[in-house]
């Protein structure tokens, strides 16, 4: 066969970026679906993680990942929640809101026992700037503690922010959007969890 004539031939360039973009395609999917199961594993495993850290020790005895549930909350997606249970009794339950930080959105995840009062909160992801909006991690700084055993009633409502508008919640050093991001967020959380407390505890379907 002569290779300079079917080089030269007007269809050779196509047929042979076709051929390129196939294998390249094929490789790209068999790397994903090799990848996948790994990908989900550590996922599952680092919420499984978190789950665990905004609940106390010996709270729960089931698989938080394997007791879920969905509740419409609005006109945003369905909420999923995870139940922290005790033999077949249900403690509490932890769910993911969101708040509105300087750099961008910040993802919590928080927990809360059935009388309304916050087990735990973590930080799951946030875009603020290092140094100062940063302390809300944990790894940073204890702040996000401060939120552990407080409830939402008609009586402290308007505790419920930062010191620099009139609440009971540190701010940061130069930073006071970042903090006062995350208290209105956990405070709309626990006002979610009482307004749909049936349906996050799994009492109603």
Do not use: C
């Not at 290779?3 to 050779?12: G, I, Q, R, T």
């Not at 735990?120 to 503690?145: C, F, M, N, S, Y």
């Amino acid at each position: 066969m002569d290779f300079e004539k079917v080089k030269a031939h007007p269809l050779y360039q196509p047929l042979l970026l076709g051929v390129t973009a196939l294998l390249a395609s094929v490789s790209l999917a068999w790397a994903s679906s090799a990848t996948k199961s790994a990908i989900e594993a550590a996922e599952a495993r680092d919420l499984r993680d978190s789950l665990a850290q905004v609940l106390p020790a010996g709270f729960a005895d089931n698989d938080l990942l394997a007791d879920t549930g969905e509740i419409n909350v609005g006109a945003e997606k369905p909420l999923r929640v995870y139940r922290a249970r005790k033999g077949q009794e249900i403690k509490g339950v932890v769910f993911k809101v969101i708040g509105k930080g300087y750099g961008g959105e910040i993802v919590i995840l928080m927990a809360v026992d059935t009388a309304g009062s916050v087990l735990g909160v973590r930080i799951l992801k946030h875009t603020e700037t290092p140094g100062l909006g940063d302390k809300i991690d944990i790894a940073k700084d204890d702040w996000v503690q401060r939120f552990n055993g407080k409830a939402l009633d008609a009586s402290n409502r308007a505790r419920w922010a930062v010191k620099k508008d009139g609440g009971d919640f540190d701010q940061f050093a130069g930073a006071t959007i970042t903090p006062r991001a995350v208290v209105q967020a956990v405070k709309g959380g626990l006002e979610t969890f009482a307004a749909h407390k049936a349906a996050l505890s799994g009492e109603t379907p």
